[in-house]
């Protein structure tokens, strides 16, 4: 399967433990964003990095949220003393297009107790 | 403020018939227009996109129509099949945002 690959792709915690999930991209993007979605609506954005560079950052990331793509492959998105409200999926997408088609993952969801 | 609006929060078609799900957007520089279909507990997947240089582009049994005057996009199905049952998301890129800018969906129920 060459496709976008989560980990985990289901994540319970309680209220104030640290989180961190993994994405593998489709191994020639270079492009690889992080999206939010919660029950009723779209995917938002979190994130996106273009090789290793994280270029833009949504208003959505507090400071408790960091992603990294540390070699230009993977990416790890952490999430520090977990919140009620930070339950949601966590997708991952990846590209090799500047606008246009992304590929998603399967999602990795949170349930913050 | 939403950028892309998807106002039918579900909609409900007959198997064999047509399903029509609509889309509008408010940012004019968007230039690219996708639609994503999505099962619970799956990613989305790609489905169907259009440049903002057509009106139509159409792959099998999905065609999307593009009405730029209008801001307006649609996704017709025809004909509907219970398989076709899933939440659609209109998405939308360019307008100086990176990546996409996604609607709340459309829950399609195709009823045999």
């Known amino acids: 399967d060459t496709g976008v690959s989560q980990d985990p792709r289901h994540k319970i915690t309680k209220r104030g433990q640290n989180v961190t999930f993994r994405c593998d991209p489709i191994?020639?993007?270079?492009?690889l964003y992080w999206y939010r979605q919660t029950l009723g609506q779209g995917p938002e954005f979190l994130t996106y990095?273009?090789?290793?560079?994280?270029?833009?950052k949504s208003r959505l990331l507090s400071d408790r949220f960091s992603a990294e793509r540390p070699k230009g492959s993977f990416s790890t998105l952490e999430i520090q003393r977990t919140e009620q409200g930070d339950s949601a999926m966590y997708l991952c997408?990846?590209?090799?297009?500047?606008?246009?088609?992304?590929?998603f993952g399967e999602g990795s969801r949170l349930t913050v107790l | 403020d939403q950028q892309v609006k998807q106002n039918s929060p579900s909609l409900s078609v007959q198997e064999g018939r047509i399903s029509i799900l609509n889309c509008d957007y408010t940012?004019?520089?968007?230039?690219?227009f996708l639609w994503y279909k999505k099962y619970p507990a799956e990613g989305p997947t790609f489905l169907i996109s259009?440049?903002?240089?057509?009106d139509k582009n159409e792959d099998g049994r999905f065609t999307v129509f593009l009405n730029k005057s209008a801001k307006h996009l649609s996704l017709h199905i025809v004909p509907s099949q219970p398989g076709d049952s899933a939440v659609y998301f209109c998405?939308?890129?360019?307008?100086?945002?990176?990546?996409?800018?996604f609607g709340k969906g459309t829950h399609l129920i195709i009823q045999p």
């Open positions: 259009i440049s903002s240089i057509k």
């Open positions: 940012n004019s520089m968007f230039d690219y």
């Open positions: 998405a939308a890129s360019g307008g100086g945002a990176d990546g996409l800018t």
């Open positions: 191994s020639e993007h270079n492009r």
């Open positions: 997408a990846s590209t090799i297009w500047e606008t246009g088609e992304l590929f």
């Open positions: 990095f273009q090789n290793e560079a994280q270029l833009e």
